[in-house]
């Protein structure tokens, strides 16, 4: 069951089930959401059991449960020298203290430092492999996961917002790996400490307060060390995790390009490489820790030897008890930084809990579309001709069809103008040939091969779609030039350049070829944009071509420059062209258009129909 409270501002969203665990998870109060609704894309997964939550994940740490257990054992390590410190201090008390001879004390206070050396060699090992081994699993997970979107259909996108699914891959993932990893192992040592040290009773005085704030001034200076450090390995390691997240973006909305032109194992390969940085930044951060933290406890050991000693002169002039100096001691050494831990572990396992909830419903959605056992990869390159056979489709979740009956065929190298007013389901036809989506009435063919028999990939082989935004990724000219065929050569890519009248202008950036473009191509105007996703297509070379909109957004100086390589593109491949502006169409072309209620003529452009005359007005 869900409730949605409306706040002032804020929606919270409360999510229960039976038997299960119950979450809270805030959004911000907007006039589209209000009190009543919840962002789209962002509402909260069914919650689930933690048991199931471990079921799901814990065969993730296949490979990395050693490191897990050696991790955990040098944590135990740590807490076995604080239980034997405790015997010290019980010898320091009964020998020293009670009895008043303070030459006794010299020989356990070194043993206890000692042991507390060994504690905060144990903790830095212990911290630094379960660091590891977290790292490891995230980054293992994270692949996973993004391998997992990699093969669902670009609708599953659509339907969701990239920055909830960037997310769900990062800070979800990392909640998940302090339920099923290194979260199991602080659970454990923080439980024993709780469980030894829970039982020492306190009574603050004022006076060993002030022995305790005199030596403040050392953890500042400690403090001050490792700050600058810190920051420095902080700024490395946001800067990695956004730079990772870039490219989890730029994939996810770039999937009809990435899935047209079976690029799924190259930008799962990208995310990877990006993650082993941020994995390494991620590295020095735990590094730093698991230095200061023993640092800190050096210096909490000093600061207690130096009460203990005080406490002894003080008892052997009747001014301090040894209950006095015990509780003091055993509050200010052990107890709260147990609780303090513990009480941060529960808010851990609450947000794991969620995140756990989140990444399983990413995991649970299938493809919309999916290779039927039957279907096969093209023998070989395809001749180009199309056929569309009483074709009709009706979006998920729509009760009106886009296109019903539509039928009409392409011979090898022809050109086919589709064109009609918004919403009449152009672009949807594109989608269809590339299945995206799947017909629901009728049949596509390519050169006689229901295309449903036909392997994705190899469609998306001898399919080349432009589409009405062009997509670059921010990576070079000629990444960009030669995202199609990676392993094309040099000449290759600048003679697909001077097809599509791109070399000189990329010959005028700062690095010619090798010049970042920007995100999304964001540093190139749109007419260079234009014309190096045109270069793409003509460097793969495949037999049919769809042209989604190529004129939208351009002026008519840039439309007229890119039209001509734009024949040249054409020329010798089947093409579709999609578009609703028909001044740069060729007159011998053949037209079918399209109309709302899903049906469809054929013209030619010479001959002015009553539809013609619709789309001109």
């Not at 008043?100 to 504690?119: E, I, N, T, Y």
């Not at 989140?358 to 579309?369: I, K, N, T, Y």
Request: net charge positive.
């Amino acid at each position: 069951m869900r409730r949605r409270l409306g706040l002032a501002s804020e929606v919270v969203v409360v999510s229960e089930s039976k038997g299960s665990r119950r979450f809270v998870r805030r959004l911000p109060f907007t006039a589209q959401t209000g009190p009543d609704s919840v962002v789209p894309g962002t509402e909260l997964a069914p919650a689930v059991m933690i048991r199931k939550s471990f079921k799901e994940f814990w065969p993730d740490t296949r490979g990395l449960r050693r490191l897990f257990v050696v991790g955990g054992l040098f944590a135990i390590v740590a807490a076995l020298c604080e239980v034997a410190a405790i015997g010290l201090f019980a010898v320091i008390t009964d020998q020293v203290l009670s009895q008043g001879d303070l030459g006794a004390f010299w020989k356990p206070a070194f043993s206890w430092l000692g042991l507390a050396v060994v504690a905060g060699a144990a903790s830095f090992a212990g911290s630094y492999i379960t660091a590891l081994a977290a790292e490891r699993f995230l980054l293992k997970l994270r692949d996973r996961v993004f391998a997992h979107l990699q093969t669902l259909t670009p609708d599953f996108f659509n339907n969701r917002r990239l920055g909830d699914l960037m997310a769900r891959l990062t800070d979800d993932i990392e909640a998940i790996e302090e339920l099923v990893g290194s979260g199991l192992v602080k659970a454990l040592t923080t439980g024993l400490s709780v469980i030894f040290f829970a039982a020492a009773a306190f009574i603050v005085r004022w006076d060993l307060a002030l022995i305790t704030f005199a030596l403040v001034p050392a953890f500042l200076i400690v403090s001050k060390l490792f700050a600058s450090k810190f920051r420095v390995a902080a700024g490395r390691e946001r800067l990695s995790n956004g730079l990772m997240n870039s490219v989890i973006e730029e994939s996810l909305s770039n999937q009809s390009l990435v899935q047209a032109y079976n690029r799924q194992e190259t930008e799962a390969g990208h995310l990877h490489r990006q993650g082993s940085s941020w994995l390494r930044a991620n590295m020095s951060q735990a590094w730093l820790g698991g230095l200061y933290s023993p640092a800190l406890q050096v210096l909490e050991t000093i600061c207690l030897i130096v009460i203990l000693g005080f406490g002894a002169w003080e008892i052997s002039a009747g001014r301090l008890t040894i209950g006095g100096l015990l509780a003091f001691a055993a509050y200010l050494a052990y107890l709260y930084p147990a609780i303090q831990s513990l009480g941060q572990l529960a808010l851990n396992v609450s947000e794991a809990g969620a995140g756990c909830d989140r990444v399983m419903e990413v995991l649970a959605a299938r493809p919309g579309v999916v290779d039927a056992p039957t279907a096969k990869p093209l023998a070989s390159r395809a001749r180009g001709r199309l056929d569309f056979e009483h074709v009709g489709f009706t979006y998920p979740n729509r009760s009106r069809p886009v296109m019903t009956g539509l039928s009409f065929s392409v011979e090898p190298g022809e050109l086919v103008v589709v064109t009609g007013p918004s919403g009449a389901g152009k672009s949807t036809l594109a989608k269809l040939l590339l299945r995206f989506y799947e017909p629901a009435t009728g049949r596509i063919e390519l050169d006689g091969v229901d295309i449903r028999d036909i392997t994705r990939p190899s469609l998306h082989d001898n399919i080349t779609i432009l589409q009405q935004e062009s997509l670059l990724f921010s990576g070079t000219a000629r990444d960009n030039i030669a995202y199609g065929k990676p392993d094309a050569s040099m000449a290759e890519i600048v003679a697909a350049a001077k097809q599509a009248d791109a070399h000189s202008f990329i010959n005028r950036l700062p690095d010619k070829y090798d010049t970042l473009v920007g995100q999304r191509g964001r540093l190139l105007s749109g007419g260079q944009i234009q014309r190096l996703a045109i270069a793409r297509a003509l460097l793969r070379d495949a037999p049919v071509l769809v042209l989604d909109e190529p004129m939208t957004g351009l002026d008519a100086v840039t439309a007229a420059r890119v039209m001509e390589p734009l024949k040249r593109l054409m020329a010798g491949r089947t093409t579709i062209l999609i578009t609703h502006d028909l001044r740069h169409v060729p007159d011998t072309a053949r037209t079918i258009v399209l109309e709302p209620s899903g049906r469809s003529q054929r013209i030619r452009l010479k001959r002015m129909t009553p539809a013609l005359a619709r789309l001109e007005r």
